[in-house]
């Protein structure tokens, strides 16, 4: 039996990926870098009862300090380049990658939460 209410996971948390309302798709899901808003502008949906914490930063380090671990073998078995321009060129695309991947990673938690009646959605 179908609910009428069904929320689908999957267009949730791309409209997450996307820093959109789980909802609607349309409206704003952060004020700000990383401050959720506390409705939808669009749809009315409240984001008051999610709880990504600490979440979106565990995934982000994950991903960034894999990606920098080869990136570091690929670069002292292919270039030439020393410690010092290495460490400062991985450094920077990790620091690059940390900052626009954690409000995305962020938006797709909430979209899970929101998708799956997490914490009171």
């Known amino acids: 039996m179908m609910q009428d209410d069904q929320r689908h996971r999957k267009p949730a948390m791309l409209n997450g990926l996307r820093q959109r309302c789980p909802n609607c798709g349309e409206g704003h899901l952060f004020t700000s870098y990383l401050k959720v808003a506390p409705a939808c502008a669009v749809c009315g949906q409240s984001f008051a009862p ?3 914490d600490d979440g979106p930063a ?3 380090i994950l991903i ?3 990606i920098a671990g080869f990136m570091l073998h690929f670069m002292i078995v292919y270039s030439e380049l020393g410690p010092w321009a ?9 620091l690059a990658g940390s900052l626009l991947m954690l409000p995305r990673i962020k938006g797709i938690m909430i979209g899970w939460q929101w998708a799956d009646r997490l914490h009171g959605f």
């Open 50 to 52: 999610q709880r990504a």
């Open 58 to 60: 565990y995934f982000t």
């Open 64 to 66: 960034m300090c894999h």
């Open 86 to 94: 290495t460490a400062l060129l991985i450094g920077g695309i990790v």
